[in-house]
């Protein structure tokens, strides 16, 4: 190495030391100060408290939060949710001004949506009808259901989902067609069907119709529409036709007709008459009065989902014609009287046959040959509603029921007809429905006795009296005082006897009014 070199060497050195200790001597001498160097300003992100990194702009926080969830959704293939995050940034000061890179940022920002992300939601199908929703994996999941739905019912018809021409989001519905039938034509209703049978009908013979399964629909709205959901809601298509197919109980009311019985009621219904009395708080048994227009809770097990199907078909009856009913309306409901006896007639008919399910709900003869006519059966009934019963006095114990029992006192029977209610000598004696008075006087054992007719056929007797106030002949009301309470006749004891008689015959008084 050249003297020139070494030398420009040394006079680098020298002059590096020379500064270095000027520098140290300006910072440690007494009563001087030096300023700091300005920083540069970073921007400090935090998500939800915590410090994921500096940014070099403000803006950055949101937008490498946004970057890190999809990337996070991109790698598990689930979208995640989370509740909102709270995304701060503040500026800080650094004394070189470098900030983070964005990977270390979106890193942090990662990590904290993992631990706080809750449910993964997939995408799926989802199925609604009315409030019940079921979801699949796919479209063609979707279609097999729907399908296993139908199946049931007919063969040939096949379900594809089609876009909701009614609806500008992404909205699918069902539709139904036959072998051949084009979907985008084919209206998968019943109208088409009764139109090509009536048609086929006004060429009589039996050989004139296509006989089999001719329209098939479901009963409800049926929607489908993409979405994500937690994964766990997944069904598989075993799950989801179960859920949607299975029949579950569903409470519905039924309008009482003019004319119905609880019996034809329970036959319409497809419901135990001992069910729907059980439903019922008003019925007591299958005697109870119903009237026009009351509404009755049944209950019938019905799927989610049904199918309505239509079929034409040939057969062969034995058949009635319906009751017809003539209404007097002088009589009580409680009275009828068959006028016409029935007569089943015969034919062989070709019927356009309506199902919901397996139940039928419509039967539309379109051609038929009679081998013998029915005759309807006609009644006569009553539409008055009979007279209600109240309890003859106010308080009082049962003391002796109906039925047999020891003679209480000698002469006294041992089957007894009424129902004995022991009160104070004295206690008013109403009369438990309007009626007339019929017998006010003395009765033997009955002592002083009151017997009232009641419109509905029926009389009430009241014995044992102390006093009496009305007279034979006399109209009373429901309420009004007819006589006291007294211990006349066969007594042991201050009470009253009340008995009910029906057609004559002695019948249990708490079987009618509530004592």
Same mark, same amino acid.
């Given at each position: 190495?050249?003297?020139?070199?070494?030398?420009?060497?040394?006079?680098?050195?020298?002059?590096?030391?020379?500064?270095?200790?000027?520098?140290?001597?300006?910072?440690?001498?007494?009563?001087?100060?030096?300023?700091?160097?300005?920083?540069?300003?970073?921007?400090?992100?935090?998500?939800?408290?915590?410090?994921?990194?500096?940014?070099?702009?403000?803006?950055?926080?949101?937008?490498?939060?946004?970057?890190?969830?999809?990337?996070?959704?991109?790698?598990?293939?689930?979208?995640?949710?989370?509740?909102?995050?709270?995304?701060?940034?503040?500026?800080?000061?650094?004394?070189?001004?470098?900030?983070?890179?964005?990977?270390?940022?979106?890193?942090?920002?990662?990590?904290?949506?993992?631990?706080?992300?809750?449910?993964?939601?997939?995408?799926?199908?989802?199925?609604?009808?009315?409030?019940?929703?079921?979801?699949?994996?796919?479209?063609?999941?979707?279609?097999?259901?729907?399908?296993?739905?139908?199946?049931?019912?007919?063969?040939?018809?096949?379900?594809?989902?089609?876009?909701?021409?009614?609806?500008?989001?992404?909205?699918?519905?069902?539709?139904?067609?036959?072998?051949?039938?084009?979907?985008?034509?084919?209206?998968?209703?019943?109208?088409?069907?009764?139109?090509?049978?009536?048609?086929?009908?006004?060429?009589?013979?039996?050989?004139?119709?296509?006989?089999?399964?001719?329209?098939?629909?479901?009963?409800?709205?049926?929607?489908?529409?993409?979405?994500?959901?937690?994964?766990?809601?997944?069904?598989?298509?075993?799950?989801?036709?179960? %859920? $949607?197919? +299975?029949?579950?109980?569903? /409470?519905?009311?039924? !309008? @009482?007709?003019?004319?119905? *019985?609880?019996?034809?009621? #329970?036959?319409?219904?497809?419901?135990?008459?001992?069910?729907?009395?059980?439903?019922?708080?008003?019925?007591?048994?299958?005697?109870?009065?119903?009237?026009?227009?009351?509404?009755?809770?049944?209950?019938?097990?019905?799927?989610?989902?049904?199918?309505?199907?239509?079929?034409?078909?040939?057969?062969?009856?034995?058949?009635?014609?319906?009751?017809?009913?003539?209404?007097?309306?002088?009589?009580?409901?409680?009275?009828?009287?068959?006028?016409?006896?029935?007569?089943?007639?015969?034919?062989?008919?070709?019927?356009?046959?309506?199902?919901?399910?397996?139940?039928?709900?419509?039967?539309? %003869? $379109?051609? +038929?040959?009679?081998?013998? /006519?029915?005759?309807? !059966? @006609?009644?006569?009934?009553? *539409?008055?509603?009979?007279? #209600?019963?109240?309890?003859?006095?106010?308080?009082?114990?049962?003391?002796?029921?109906?039925?047999?029992?020891?003679?209480?006192?000698?002469?006294?029977?041992?089957?007894?007809?009424?129902?004995?209610?022991?009160?104070?000598?004295?206690?008013?004696?109403?009369?438990?429905?309007?009626?007339?008075?019929?017998?006010?006087?003395?009765?033997?054992?009955?002592?002083?006795?009151?017997?009232?007719?009641?419109?509905?056929?029926?009389?009430?007797?009241?014995?044992?009296?102390?006093?009496?106030?009305?007279?034979?002949?006399?109209?009373?009301?429901?309420?009004?005082?007819?006589?006291?309470?007294?211990?006349?006749?066969?007594?042991?004891?201050?009470?009253?006897?009340?008995?009910?008689?029906?057609?004559?015959?002695?019948?249990?008084?708490?079987?009618?009014?509530?004592?």
């Amino acid at each position: 190495m050249s003297i020139y070199v070494i030398n420009k060497v040394r006079t680098v050195t020298g002059l590096r030391t020379r500064l270095f200790c000027a520098g140290m001597f300006l910072l440690l001498m007494p009563g001087k100060t030096v300023e700091k160097p300005v920083a540069g300003t970073v921007y400090e992100i935090s998500v939800n408290g915590s410090v994921v990194g500096t940014a070099d702009a403000p803006e950055k926080g949101q937008e490498l939060y946004l970057e890190a969830r999809r990337e996070l959704c991109s790698e598990s293939g689930q979208l995640l949710l989370m509740d909102s995050p709270v995304i701060s940034v503040k500026p800080v000061e650094d004394f070189y001004g470098f900030p983070d890179s964005d990977e270390t940022i979106r890193s942090g920002i990662k990590q904290i949506i993992s631990a706080g992300s809750s449910t993964a939601y997939v995408p799926a199908w989802t199925v609604k009808v009315g409030d019940t929703e079921v979801c699949l994996s796919s479209a063609d999941e979707v279609t097999a259901v729907l399908q296993d739905a139908i199946d049931k019912y007919s063969e040939g018809f096949t379900v594809s989902l089609q876009a909701d021409p009614a609806r500008e989001l992404g909205v699918l519905i069902p539709v139904i067609k036959g072998q051949g039938e084009d979907p985008e034509e084919f209206l998968g209703g019943a109208a088409d069907t009764i139109e090509l049978a009536a048609e086929e009908a006004d060429h009589a013979g039996f050989d004139n119709f296509d006989y089999g399964v001719c329209s098939v629909a479901f009963s409800e709205a049926v929607e489908v529409v993409e979405a994500h959901v937690p994964a766990e809601v997944l069904m598989s298509r075993g799950e989801a036709v179960s %859920v $949607l197919t +299975e029949p579950k109980e569903l /409470e519905q009311t039924y !309008k @009482v007709q003019p004319g119905d *019985t609880l019996s034809e009621i #329970s036959l319409k219904v497809g419901l135990p008459l001992d069910r729907i009395i059980e439903l019922n708080d008003e019925l007591e048994s299958e005697s109870s009065i119903i009237r026009p227009d009351q509404e009755l809770l049944i209950t019938t097990p019905e799927p989610v989902l049904s199918v309505t199907w239509s079929e034409i078909a040939r057969f062969s009856e034995v058949y009635d014609l319906p009751t017809e009913y003539v209404y007097n309306d002088e009589w009580f409901t409680n009275k009828s009287v068959t006028i016409t006896q029935p007569s089943a007639g015969y034919h062989e008919a070709v019927a356009l046959i309506t199902r919901k399910n397996d139940d039928e709900t419509e039967r539309q %003869v $379109l051609y +038929e040959e009679i081998g013998m /006519e029915p005759v309807a !059966k @006609v009644v006569e009934k009553g *539409t008055i509603a009979p007279p #209600s019963y109240i309890k003859p006095i106010s308080g009082g114990r049962i003391s002796s029921g109906f039925g047999k029992r020891s003679a209480p006192t000698a002469g006294a029977t041992t089957y007894h007809q009424g129902v004995d209610l022991a009160t104070p000598l004295g206690t008013p004696v109403w009369a438990s429905s309007g009626g007339t008075v019929s017998f006010a006087g003395w009765g033997g054992g009955y002592g002083n006795v009151v017997y009232v007719d009641h419109p509905d056929g029926r009389q009430t007797r009241y014995a044992h009296l102390s006093k009496i106030y009305v007279k034979v002949g006399q109209s009373v009301n429901q309420g009004q005082v007819i006589a006291a309470s007294g211990s006349t006749g066969r007594s042991t004891g201050p009470h009253l006897h009340f008995e009910m008689r029906i057609g004559g015959v002695a019948k249990d008084p708490r079987d009618y009014v509530p004592l």
